[in-house]
């Protein structure tokens, strides 16, 4: 058997989420559709993780092994053919059979889009959120600053998230801002359900005044998710990068 690493962008929009899901349309399920035809056997995809409905992709990967010994880029040119327009593949790598998309990854990083303007172009809807809002930018750094580091994650996750240990590392949290859109950025070990969209939703209201930044470590401590903000909603998430 080989071991096949796939590199992937999406846009989420129409799609029930990551995850295979027997009556509903999702990332995973189309490419194993597509993957087995262009095999000619059954194929299992592993992703990176498992990206929420709605949730756009730049750089996803996942891994998936095939009988089959045609050269990578008849692999590549196949499977974008085979896929809807929604979905690409835009590498495929021979890698060690060892090579697991969720458990052999280092890092991830994800951005969110806010649009700050009342008016957002149909060309842009489907990937920003629209928050134009007044903000308080040295406040909404200050809380970030202290998400930086190792921590219970556990108020920024969802509440029914299937994991018993919710402790993860964020690497780096910063902003790139110009008048038009806020771009947040987060790198970590690994993120929780939810876990983004929450923290970009509770620095929207530290923002706003609706939290002070200091409430950040006691949030953390409280281990419960109603003491974070409200999640972001999903169409500005974008997963960028997957390291290994």
Known sequence: MRNLKLTLA????????????????????????ALARLFNHEVTVYGSGRTDAGVHALGQVANVQTTRTMDVHSVLKGSNVLLPLEIRVLSVEDVDESFHARFSSRSKTYEYHIWRHHIVSPFICRYVYKYPYDMDTAAVDEAGAQLVGTHDFTSFSAANAPVDDRVRTVFDIHWRRNHDEWIFSIKGSGFLHRMVRTIVGTLLYVGQGKLHPSVIPAILEAKDRGAAGPSAPAEGLHLVQVEY
């Open 10 to 33: 999406y846009d989420g929009t129409e799609f029930h989420g990551w995850q295979f899901q027997p009556d509903a349309r999702t990332i995973q399920g189309e490419l194993e559709t």
